[in-house]
């Protein structure tokens, strides 16, 4: 079982490859899983019981658990390994899940059939001042001749980089580059780099949207206008999209399955799906991007004919 591959390596990489406990079982990590291997919750009660200590499981990108059985049943044996290790006033493991959508990690928590319902969600705060203050005193320590940093003119970069250190750090180790052929100061260099990165994003998302048949349009939008609030069948929707296509005829539920499978299939994927047939947005900076041309007003995109969405299937 995968789930139980983790946490083998978690004791592995505490140098747990084989323990004793109490002093007469002992666990071999490498068979946690197997048939004759642990469960879970053994293996994490060894685990605490061993080391002595708390037992802290940090899972990155959680979301992706919900998209197969197998990582739905993970996350139902993590929580049944937290009731049976923790008591009223003890806590013996901490599962800390960590995801880059928050649309998507709702899904472990939101409905009754969620592996965590109740428990909740908090948006951790994004990389500020600080971090561009470090980046700053790197820069002027290893390139003393580009000091003094125009730290404000950074920080305008890296949030016009959408706070995404991956897309700034990239953009940076470019044009400080011998290659660069850059004249002047390269903090300009790093705005412009942000505009552009931002401008080519949504230019992206434009062609993909404006790519995509009248139904799957519809589809997309309503998911872009609901969020986690998206139900694909219900008679709202499928009145939505009925208008937004100028159908004669209503749209079947099949239909708008069909949408949604056609827009999980294009390459890149535009919208994911869980095991228990939720639906989001695959790419959360495409809800940031709806937003802001709904408020100007701009939504949805056209294309040089026009309104792409009034025509048929």
Not at 31 to 37: A, E, S, T, V
Not at 174 to 180: G, K, T
Not at 226 to 247: M, S, V
Request: proline residues 5%; charged residues 25%; without cysteine.
């Amino acid at each position: 079982q995968p789930h139980l591959g983790m946490v083998a390596r978690t004791a592995k990489k505490a140098g747990l490859n084989k323990v004793s406990l109490a002093g007469w079982l002992d666990v071999d990590t490498s068979r946690i899983g197997k048939l004759d291997g642990l469960t879970l919750v053994d293996a994490l009660r060894a685990l605490h019981e061993t080391a002595n200590k708390q037992v802290a499981l940090v899972i990155d990108e959680a979301q992706h658990a919900l998209t197969s059985e197998a990582g739905e049943a993970a996350m139902t044996a993590l929580k049944s390994a937290r009731d049976q290790l923790n008591r009223p006033g003890v806590v013996n493991l901490m599962l800390v899940m960590s995801g880059s959508d928050r649309d998507k990690l709702l899904r472990l928590v939101n409905t009754n059939g969620s592996p965590f319902y109740g428990s909740q969600i908090k948006t951790m705060p994004a990389l500020g001042q600080d971090f561009i203050a470090h980046i700053v005193q790197l820069i002027e320590a290893q390139r003393p001749e580009l000091a003094p940093v125009d730290q404000a003119t950074l920080q305008a970069a890296f949030e016009g980089f959408g706070s995404r250190p991956q897309f700034f750090m990239e953009a940076l180790g470019q044009v400080l580059s011998p290659l660069a052929a850059l004249t002047g100061r390269f903090e300009p260099a790093m705005l412009q780099a942000a505009a552009q990165r931002q401008q080519d994003d949504e230019g992206q998302m434009e062609s993909d949207y404006l790519g995509l048949k009248p139904l799957e349009q519809a589809v997309l939008w309503r998911m872009l206008e609901q969020g986690p609030r998206f139900r694909p069948y219900d008679a709202e929707a499928l009145r939505f999209y009925r208008e937004k296509t100028g159908r004669d005829k209503a749209v079947t539920p099949q239909q708008a399955q069909n949408a949604l499978e056609s827009l999980r299939q294009r390459m890149p994927a535009l919208v994911w799906k869980s095991a228990r047939g939720e639906y989001a947005v695959e790419d959360a900076a495409m809800h940031r991007w709806y937003e802001t041309r709904a408020m100007a007003g701009t939504w949805p995109p056209l294309s040089r004919q026009g309104n792409l969405l009034q025509g048929t299937e």
